[in-house]
């Protein structure tokens, strides 16, 4: 299987920049390994960056976005096996966490301009024109703003490749029109990039999963594992299970390996 290499101050960086990079050459992302984790060295002496392994396919053909959630929704995201916490073991234990802990968006310490906001739309709508551009894709953005959020709705035909496996692709971006569109500005306004509203599909296919899935630990009274997936995502399995007071979940694991475990609660 074929591969690329990345590196970044981050694991997270690294990822990201590496499925951008697979997702405008039309390769898709297979499977995920950890090489290196970074390390700030003493004093920054010895500073070291993250190295991951991104393993990719060729995309067989174009998909649309309704294939794509299609696919997903009859796939069950669910760890056929032990989830490893990390590729390298770097940790013997892993960490253990429930929802509250999930990471989200923390509020700007400067409240934000509406120049300032519109200056960080341009440059990230900017930064997908060129994307897409680069990728050969003809696509229309609608932009969509409030006060703490900025929305970038792509509609075009055939944009499967922008999504990826269970979103990742998408991510991806998200997170790279983040970072490009805050350089150079003091304050912050989370950008969303969705494709066809997929992301909305996205999250009815999980709730459905996780209620499913908790009706199975109730019966069986075992303990459920599922796949990795990132932040926001686990916040949706924690969220809609939340209220079930014989269902307890935890996320457990380190990123990119990081997962929500189903448990009954006694």
Do not use: W
């Not at 500073?47 to 991104?54: G, M, N, Q, T």
């Not at 390298?88 to 968006?105: K, N, P």
């Not at 805050?182 to 969705?194: F, P």
Request: aromatic share 4%.
């Amino acid at each position: 299987m074929e591969f690329i290499d990345v590196s970044a101050k981050t694991i997270e960086d690294a990822i990201a920049k590496g499925v951008a990079q697979l997702a405008v050459d039309g390769q898709e992302l297979v499977e995920t390994k950890v090489l290196e984790q970074p390390s700030n060295g003493f004093l920054g002496i010895g500073r070291k960056p993250a190295v991951v392994r991104l393993f990719f396919t060729a995309m067989a053909k174009t998909a649309t976005v309704e294939e794509v959630a299609e696919a997903e929704e009859q796939s069950v995201a669910v760890a056929s096996k032990p989830v490893a916490t990390t590729e390298t073991e770097v940790q013997e234990t892993a960490a253990v966490e429930t929802f509250d802990d999930e990471v989200e968006e923390k509020p700007s310490k400067k409240e934000l301009s509406k120049e300032d906001q519109q200056a960080i739309a341009e440059k990230g709508k900017q930064f997908l024109d060129d994307m897409f551009t680069q990728m050969g894709l003809k696509v229309v953005i609608e932009k969509m703003m409030t006060k703490d959020k900025i929305t970038f709705q792509v509609h075009g035909e055939e944009l499967g490749i922008l999504i990826g496996k269970h979103g990742q692709t998408l991510d991806a971006i998200q997170y790279l029109t983040n970072l490009v569109a805050h350089k150079d500005v003091s304050g912050h306004c989370h950008i969303v990039v969705d494709v066809e509203n997929y992301r909305s599909r996205r999250e009815e296919t999980l709730v459905n999963l996780a209620k499913r899935l908790a009706s199975k630990v109730k019966r069986n009274r075992q303990k459920v594992s599922l796949e990795p997936m990132n932040a926001f995502e686990r916040k949706i399995i924690h969220t809609a299970l939340q209220g079930d007071k014989h269902i307890v979940t935890n996320s457990e694991g380190d990123e990119p390996f990081r997962h929500v475990v189903i448990s009954y609660k006694k």
